[in-house]
């Protein structure tokens, strides 16, 4: 079976600033992704937890997508945008798909 190059792009983010994040990434052409919650971990910051946590509002989320190639760098300029005065982390990683008319 054949497979087309890819990108991966994983951003973790305060909750709060999804929808500013996935409205950025519309704007760079961004077709799909998703959002998936986020538990816990630990950074700079020492560990945290959503444990406790009343309400999501000081949650966290990962939003993942998958692209082609050439649409990394408007992609990563539009997510900068929004994660560079925020709490965010942004991984980028070459993956492969088997349908590419779908990126």
């Not at 509002?57 to 997508?65: D, I, W």
Request: aromatic share 4%; net charge neutral.
């Amino acid at each position: 079976m054949q497979t087309h190059q890819a990108k991966r792009v994983a951003i973790i983010i305060e909750l709060v600033m999804q929808s500013r994040l996935t409205d950025a990434m519309i704007e760079a052409g961004v077709t799909g992704w998703t959002v998936l919650p986020v538990l816990g971990g630990s950074g700079r910051s020492g560990a945290w937890s959503r444990e406790g946590q009343v309400t999501r509002a000081g949650g966290m989320v990962q939003v993942v997508c998958v692209i082609r190639p050439d649409r990394l760098d408007t992609l990563l300029d539009a997510a900068f945008t929004v994660v560079d005065r925020h709490i965010g982390v942004v991984t980028v990683s070459d993956c492969e798909v088997l349908r590419a008319e779908r990126f």
